[in-house]
């Protein structure tokens, strides 16, 4: 009994090695995941900034001719060169961030040279039923698993601890050699643990009882975490929606700009009206990204 207990401990050891390879392996995928969600944040944001740039580049342009005729004032003028100097930086700083964002991807790939051009967030995974879809990823999650797994082998290091108090029985064929003489025949013998494993079978299941603990209350917070995450996921779809919902409803950069040009709309409600819209639009994929990265985290145990 002590050499099977021992067997199962070892072999479970070797699994659990391997269920923290793939914790190890796991938490790599989903950064590289979250990556790559970033990315995709980033060209369609450069894309959106690119375009602000461009129409702040041909308002500065017309209203520089105009100042130069005496149509229009130094004040209006220096709005148009600030709104080109707020649109240039926001594109720079953005590019500097995706650039940090693609290291970053390079560095998990081994140094291969990556890019990421797809300008469309992911998303849209969210389970209709909370408790079944945990039950399937508490059961699959690696962490859990190996949890799990720590709490077997403390119960079986309680079976083997019980093992080794019991009699030691002997058993086989003796030869014995003496001056003169050669002993042989069948031997026996039996050993009694009086005080070998003594408190052994009482801290083994102190351990086991301690495990258990932790297994349930790992289980507790994987399962609120989840929890939290899927609730967040909810508010981040529905404050998307209602934003794509509001750009829609107000002028676009390049409608505001037309305005301008025909004169419909000052310099100044252009510059105002063009940063609510540019704000809205970066709330708007701030929150898919957000909701796009909770997702991924969601479903980190199928990676």
Known sequence: ???????????????????????????????????????????????????????????????????????????????????????????????????????????????????????VIPGGFLPADFESWFESASEQSPELMAIRLEQSLAESSVKLATSEWMPKVNFGYVSEREAGAIQQGIGAGISIPLWENRGRVKAAKARAAASAARTEDAVSQYYNSLKNKYSRVLGLQKASAEYRDMLRGIDSSASLAKALQAGEISLADYVLENTVWYEALVETLQAERDCAVLEAEMNAWQL
């Open 1 to 119: 009994t002590v050499y099977y207990w021992r067997k199962k401990i070892a072999d479970g050891q070797s699994s659990l090695a391997e269920m923290q390879y793939a914790q190890s392996r796991k938490a790599v995928l989903l950064e590289a995941k979250t990556l790559c969600i970033d990315l995709a944040y980033y060209n369609a944001l450069t894309k959106e900034l690119q375009r602000r740039l461009d129409d702040a580049q041909t308002i500065m342009d017309t209203w520089q001719k105009r100042y130069d005729l005496g149509e229009a004032s130094i004040l209006d003028l220096n709005k148009a060169k600030l709104n080109l100097l707020t649109a240039r930086k926001e594109l720079e700083m953005t590019t500097v961030d995706r650039e940090a964002s693609r290291s970053e991807l390079v560095r998990l790939n081994g140094g291969v040279e990556i890019d990421v051009t797809d300008d």
